[in-house]
């Protein structure tokens, strides 16, 4: 799966937005905790605030880098960038950035006592410093940026004519818009954007509620959108559990149908086509070149 450039550095990108996810999300509960006990030491409170400012920073920062990805990918086919330029200007972008955000943050109110907030609960103070602002300027920036280049993707994709054409071009242009909605939204953070209006009214119970199922459910939407529904990820477990072994026949041929099963389900799953970001191939006048895109990886049964 990634045996090019565009391959791999798509998949360092989903680990690292993974992996920030699971961190920031353990720092969050921990914080919690430590906001709920009895004696809450300003210490170890303004510790657990630090990281969790810090991985959900590194979260996004990490989800632009997919989107700035994705831009390059499929706006700038010709041009070219080796790997290991991507990899560096990707880690800076994404552990970089937020530590510089997170380390300035504590550096300038952790003085004055207006780092976390009052009653010791373990998270960037707003009354006092307008701490909060660290987190939720950039946020939203990188949330703004990420829907831009949606946008810019799906009307390249629709210029582009992909999928059947047989079909009616505008119930396919809907098709199209709506899985490519559905991928592109939980892997830039775009359900993050409820936030605006959580700012804006924060009396509207209804705000709240949409905004923690859809954000507790990211790394859930990863998984099935980012992963589970894309072909290439499919085949390579399926070659990994059928690999031969020093079982007997039977045992390898049970194997074998009890993969099968599972991957049929994940093919009923997907029904004809899903459109999943990942590499293609385009021929340009010089060549070839990897992009990364939302493409039709529909399979012929």
């Known amino acids: 799966m990634t045996r090019n450039d565009t391959s791999y550095m798509r998949h360092v990108c989903v680990v690292n937005v993974a992996v920030s996810l699971l961190i920031a999300d353990i720092w969050f509960i921990v914080g919690a905790a430590v906001s709920d006990s009895e004696e809450t030491s300003v210490g170890s409170c303004t510790a657990a605030t630090f990281f969790i400012h810090f991985f959900y920073l590194a979260l996004f920062f990490w989800m632009l880098v997919s989107a700035l990805l ?3 990918r499929t706006v700038m086919v010709l ?3 080796t790997r290991s330029t991507m990899l560096a200007i990707a880690f800076t972008l994404g552990y970089g950035a937020p530590l510089i955000i997170a380390v300035v943050t504590v550096a300038a109110t952790a003085g004055s006592e207006g780092y976390i907030r ?3 609960i373990c998270w960037l103070n707003w009354d006092k410093t307008k701490a909060l602002l660290a987190f939720v300027i950039p946020a939203l920036a990188i949330v703004a940026i990420n829907f831009l280049v949606m946008i ?3 009307f390249k994709m629709l210029r582009r004519g992909v999928g059947n054409t047989n ?3 505008d119930k396919h242009a809907l098709v199209v818009i709506a899985r490519c909605v559905a991928i592109l939204t939980p892997l830039f953070g775009l359900t993050w954007g409820f936030g605006i209006g959580i700012m804006a009214w924060p009396e509207a119970a209804g705000l709240h ?5 859809l954000n507790s459910l990211q790394g859930l939407f990863i998984l099935v959108f980012g992963t589970l529904l894309d072909s290439k990820v499919r085949e390579a477990l399926a070659r990994r559990v059928r690999l031969p072994s020093s079982d007997s026949g039977g045992t390898e041929s049970t194997r074998a149908g009890t993969s099968s099963n599972v991957f049929d389900f994940f093919r009923r799953v997907r029904r004809r086509n899903v459109y999943n970001v990942s590499e293609a191939a385009v021929t340009s006048a010089s060549g070839t070149s990897g992009t990364y895109s939302v493409t039709d990886t529909s399979e012929n049964t």
Do not use: C, D, G, R
């Not at 509620?209 to 199922?213: G, N, S």
């Open 209 to 213: 509620i949409v905004f923690a199922v």
């Open 79 to 81: 041009s070219h960038m």
């Open 167 to 169: 079909q009616s071009n």
């Open 152 to 154: 810019v993707v799906l």
């Open 118 to 120: 009052e009653n010791k």
């Open 70 to 72: 994705l831009f390059y």
